[in-house]
DNA sequence: AACCGCTCCAACCGCTTGTGT
DNA sequence: TACACAAGCGGTTGGAGCGGT
């Protein structure tokens, strides 16, 4: 089954545009506009292009206030900032370099700054892919660890625990992260607010839990009446709620991202993600995953 | 000169989101 | 409300160009 593709791909010319092509639809884009529909432009335009293609070569590169050539220092730090607070929303980080497109942007970064900013061994904070999962279980110390690619365990006593990861982010200069968690709930974890590949927490009881112990979750501290709901869709399978390796009598704790909205708030305050806290009862989370 | 490996970026793919009916 | 379709978006790929051997 799968997707309808949105063109006849036998009848539509792919791969680099000519200097003709691109003559054409920039013509045709200065006498008419896009008239709200791409995919009819390319017939009306006498171009043998997917509507996508005419789009993207628009948007992209023929556009008049595209800027051409190297990045700037500032334009740099820009998208550096910004990815260390949004992460690969490119289209939101170019909207803040003037001239410069998603496409330009993500290229850029994946070709120079990931280099640049990321050493070799280090795992880049994937903000879909690299999901991190931590277990807490209900006996032991909680261990001080760094959170290797995939998972990593906290082993904590029942009563309270310390709560002190180190996260291998290239961004921080300090980047631990330490906080209190205390088993009898309303437990205060303090969040860099930088560290935002562990921007959104999830507990979840694991299977063998009791009820009341399945009820347990992370929420963020402004919103501390709401139950913290999850966001399976934006996970990776791998590293999703349902591919989080269940331990004995342990609750599972998994970072993943904000849906868009609450990522940024309404003025983009990425604050948002600094204060966690577990609530001892509320409403249970792990049955509707 | 020829080959190879690497970098860069334009373009593609397909999923998600928005909008109209 | 449900559905269809187009646009938006981010991940990925292909190939041109360049430098090293």
């Known amino acids: 089954m799968g997707r309808s593709p949105c063109c006849d791909k036998s009848k539509v010319k792919r791969g680099s545009w000519s200097p003709e092509e691109d003559a054409t639809l920039r013509t045709y884009l200065h006498n008419h506009g896009t008239g709200g529909n791409w995919i009819a432009l390319p017939h009306k335009a006498g171009l043998q292009r997917c509507g996508k293609s005419c789009r993207l070569r628009w948007l992209n590169y023929l556009r008049p206030d595209i800027k051409h050539g190297a990045f700037t220092q500032d334009e740099e730090n820009v998208i550096c900032n910004l990815y260390r607070k949004i992460g690969s929303r490119w289209s939101v980080i170019a909207s803040h370099l003037p001239g410069r497109t998603d496409n330009d942007v993500k290229n850029y970064w994946n070709t120079k700054l990931k280099k640049k900013l990321m050493p070799a061994d280090c795992n880049t904070p994937r903000m879909k892919t690299n999901v991190k999962t931590a277990t807490i ?20 006593s029942t009563t309270s625990l310390a709560f002190s990861p180190t996260f291998p982010t290239p961004f921080l200069a300090d980047n631990t ?11 205060t974890v303090p969040y860099e607010p930088i ?18 112990d399945n009820s347990n979750y992370f ?23 349902n591919g989080i390796p269940r331990d004995e009598y342990s609750y599972e704790v998994l970072s993943s991202i904000w849906p868009q909205e609450e990522a940024l708030g309404a003025d983009g305050n990425a604050d948002l993600f600094s204060i966690f806290h577990i609530d001892s009862n509320p409403p249970g989370v792990s049955q509707s995953l």
């Open 137 to 156: 279980a209900t006996s032991g110390t909680i261990t001080t660890t760094t959170i290797p690619d995939k998972a990593t365990t906290f082993h904590a």
């Open 177 to 187: 992260t330490a906080g209190l968690v205390n088993a009898n709930a309303k437990i």
């Open 195 to 212: 560290s935002f590949s562990f921007s959104r927490f999830i507990l979840e009881g694991s299977s063998n839990c009791s009820s009341a």
């Open 219 to 241: 929420s963020p501290s402004h919103q501390d009446s709401s139950p913290f709901m999850p966001f399976a869709s934006a996970m990776d399978e791998n590293y999703g709620v």
